[in-house]
């Protein structure tokens, strides 16, 4: 198979149309067996659920070429499953998650051509998503659902080396308590633009977002969980029911318990504690972990003792051992790695 001619060292990280994607059908109570298409456009209804009342939920994972030149994605059954639970609690059928599975692999395979080589950096980006495609005006779950997959190749996430991130504890909330911060759904990130675009008109990367009901514990960025280790060398990942569970974070957890001999704590993470951590890091698929050097609180600096020029020394070690796990250099765990092709 030829690869696509492009400069994969120098992708961005936007939306390039590929070939094939894979669109399955809810009606009439249940999932058709879907198929791969080559339009990547969607007709839909002018009164689809998705436009009138947001029934929408997705996932992200990536596809790349490991060492030895085997096209792999990493633990995919974590993106069915999750994708299960924010079905269910958005009252959309859930997809069966092994047809989730076998979805991407057929449209990674279709695709392959646009899976960028091995130590590009680059990766293929896959995005699965489910909509309410059945016309509703009287507020209520649609009749029928569409679930699609498509890909698009990206590029490396951190360009020209890993700079640490400025954050600043946000003035609005991402999610209501008992409220679909849990999910992954579009919603969650439509009421998150307004408080993006305020950081970013302000200078900071991120946000930090605090528990919606205290403001007083640590949530997370809105795209990424927090991680912090303890200045005797310890883990602490922030605990909340509104807080999106990462895969990528629950990874990292494993391996700083099982590869480095790290002591793990999941729990409530007050924002006073913060300032008495030795790092931070952002916890997501398209970074693995990003560093955090400082966060702001109104007149309040945190500088974490790591500083912003290096990743802290733990930070840099989760995401060398992940990334050398899911490149094929370092050997993982049973049934993380998926092999494509
Ligand atoms: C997707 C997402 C994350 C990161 O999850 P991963 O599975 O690690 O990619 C974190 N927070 C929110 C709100 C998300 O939507």
Redesign the pocket.
């Known amino acids: 198979m030829e690869k696509k001619d492009l400069d994969w060292g120098n992708l961005g990280f936007g939306y390039m149309t590929t070939d094939y994607r894979f669109v399955a059908n809810y009606k009439d109570g249940k999932w058709e067996k879907g198929e791969l298409i080559t339009d990547p456009n969607v007709t839909i209804n002018e009164c689809a659920g998705i436009l009138q009342y947001c029934q929408e939920i997705f996932e992200?994972l990536k596809a790349y070429t490991t060492k030895d030149g085997d096209i792999v994605c990493f633990r995919p059954d974590m993106n069915a499953e999750r994708m299960y639970d924010s079905a269910k609690r958005l009252e959309m059928p859930p997809f069966p998650k092994e047809e989730f599975v076998n979805a991407i692999v057929e449209t990674v395979k279709a695709n392959a051509a646009w899976v960028p080589p091995y130590g590009s950096g680059a990766t293929l980006y896959i995005r699965p998503y489910m909509f309410a495609s059945g016309p509703v005006i009287g507020v209520k779950p649609a009749d029928e659902y569409q679930f699609r997959v498509f890909c698009t190749p990206v590029g490396p996430y951190f360009k020209g080396g890993i700079k640490p991130l400025t954050l600043c504890v946000s003035q609005f909330d991402r999610a209501a308590p008992r409220g679909t911060g849990h999910i992954?759904a579009g919603l969650?990130y439509a009421m998150s633009l307004h408080a993006h675009s305020v950081a970013h008109a302000n200078g900071f990367d991120e946000n930090m977002f605090l528990d919606p009901a205290t403001r007083t514990y640590v949530e997370?960025t809105?795209?990424?969980?927090f991680l912090f280790v303890t200045k005797d060398g310890e883990i602490v990942t922030p605990k909340s029911d509104s807080i999106?569970p990462?895969?990528?974070?629950r990874s990292l957890i494993y391996v700083a318990e099982h590869y480095l001999g790290l002591k793990v704590s999941h729990r409530p993470v007050k924002f006073e504690e913060i300032k008495d951590f030795a790092e931070c890091g952002l916890?997501?698929?398209a970074a693995v972990i990003s560093p955090v050097g400082r966060v702001v609180n109104g007149d309040e600096v945190i500088t974490f003792p790591s500083g912003m020029e290096e990743p802290g020394e733990i930070t840099k070690k989760l995401l060398d051992t992940l990334t050398g796990i899911q490149q094929g250099r370092i050997e993982a765990p049973e049934g993380w790695i998926k092999k494509i092709l």
Request: proline fraction near 0%; aromatic fraction near 0%; include cysteine.
């Open positions: 992200g992954k969650n997370e809105g795209g990424a969980n999106l990462s895969i990528t974070r916890c997501g698929t």
